[in-house]
């Protein structure tokens, strides 16, 4: 089979990875893509750039050019623009959500509107389209209940980045004024009670009847450690997180099941991977937010671990017969340590086209993998070309193991003039929590 996936970054290698593992694909290709995804593969792993993740008509192009089996939309933008409906109006086989479905994140107004029609856990909000009415409501909040934590988010996609947070009347007007840097994606936003707890992810395929909820994750998505710092389109991850341990058939019932059935009822069955962003609070799960599709970088600490052929499974979805697909997944730990350029992310303009040393040495060290992102390759040289640059995953029989060998290999790396940029403290709750329980 020759399978083609739709996407640019991390998340696009991991799944070309599950691709690659099937015995029954002998050709994958990934537009636009980046160089290390062909980097050191055992198939033939092909990108073609000539595409445009917000052109859906590219991209048909490129599926034309190919006759892939399977076309598989990855990414956020080409499903909120219909990709997924354009390529199976043209006669191909694609797995991923429909415009229409995956309104579920490219909207938040409507997702949270969702929510509420459909009882399903999620915080307080109210909306606007205008700073004006934006900020007097802000003010009349913090007049009642002074250091309250509010989230003010952009309604359209922001790669991960359309969330800000305010403790303070300041904050929430600057935070107000900021949603115009996000073009027409942050035209109307909302402001949110903010839900203080731990958060959590977890993904579930769909065919629109039969769903299966894979392992849990949790991702970190600001920039510094212990949660400090900007938004970022995450930092790294762990699997599983064990703050859902006691809490999965809360978090199906209520968070994922209700999901999946009300999509039903809406006219837009649910088909693809949909993620639910969750945050457990007093001890209860409560939605933060859905999105349609792998997240970055769960989708590198999730996807590794499913045993299953990965083309059984999706063909499965295609074909609405999830519920004959025995999946299984392994028993394995994993912690994923993102790189960076230092400066993201703000301003890393200075980093690009810099060397990145070590990576040879931390792919070939054992129980590690490396996704890249914004990697450029140059015969054996490797340079950095973008915000986040590689994803290293580690895998163990428990959260230590896991986190030493990602973080050993990671040691490898350097970009020269010191500009690499990670965190040190992905699966520190995890951490602790384990040793704790052998204690």
């Known amino acids: 089979m020759t399978v083609l996936i739709i996407g640019s970054g991390a998340r696009e290698h991991t799944i070309s990875c599950a691709y690659e593992k099937s015995p029954q694909v002998g050709k994958i290709i990934v537009a636009p893509g980046n160089d290390f995804i062909k980097y050191h593969r055992q198939k033939e792993v092909l990108t073609d750039n000539r595409c445009g993740l917000k052109d859906p008509e590219s991209i048909l192009d490129i599926a034309r050019k190919y006759k892939p089996d399977i076309v598989d939309v990855a990414q956020d933008d080409a499903l909120a623009l219909g990709t997924v409906d354009l390529l199976t109006e043209n006669g191909f086989r694609v797995f991923g959500a429909t415009r229409k479905a995956s309104r579920i994140e490219w909207d938040k107004r409507w997702s949270r509107e969702f929510m509420r029609k459909y009882d399903i856990p999620a915080p307080g909000f109210r909306y606007f389209d205008s700073e004006k009415g934006a900020e007097e409501y802000a003010e009349s909040l913090y007049d009642n209940e002074p250091g309250k934590l509010v989230f003010v988010k952009a309604s359209g996609l922001c790669a991960g980045k359309g969330a800000l947070k305010a403790t303070n009347v300041v904050e929430a007007i600057e935070k107000i004024k900021q949603m115009k840097k996000f073009g027409e994606a942050g035209r109307v936003f909302l402001i949110e009670d903010g839900l203080r707890g731990e958060e959590f992810s977890v993904y579930a395929i769909s065919d629109g009847n039969a769903y299966y909820i894979f392992k849990s994750a949790q991702d970190n998505k600001t920039v510094s450690n212990f949660d400090e710092g900007a938004q970022t389109g995450g930092m790294g991850a762990i699997s599983p997180a064990i703050v859902t341990r006691n809490i999965a058939t809360e978090v199906e019932d209520r968070l994922i099941s209700k ?94 086209g810099k060397r990145i040393f070590g990576l040879e040495e931390a792919m070939n060290m054992e129980g590690v993998t490396i996704y890249g992102a914004g990697v450029a390759v140059d015969g054996t040289n490797f340079y950095a070309n973008g915000g986040r640059l590689f994803s290293v995953v580690a895998e163990g029989a428990d959260i230590l193991e896991a986190k030493r060998k990602a973080y050993c290999a990671i040691a490898h790396v350097n970009i020269e003039g010191n500009n690499l940029h990670y965190r040190t403290d992905i699966g520190w709750r995890d951490v602790e929590r384990y040793l704790k329980s052998v204690s």
């Open 259 to 352: 999901a999946i059935e009300g999509m039903d009822k809406e006219g837009a069955p649910y088909s693809g991977i949909l993620y639910l962003g969750g945050v457990v609070v007093d001890g209860r799960p409560m939605n933060i937010e859905y999105n349609a599709r792998w997240g970055d970088p769960e989708c590198q600490v999730v996807l590794p671990g499913v045993e299953t052929d990965y083309v059984d499974i999706v063909t499965a979805v295609i074909e609405n017969r999830l519920g004959e697909v025995d999946i299984r997944e392994d028993d394995k730990a994993r912690v994923c340590v993102v790189g960076a350029s230092r400066g993201y992310p703000g301003d890393y303009s200075d980093v690009k």
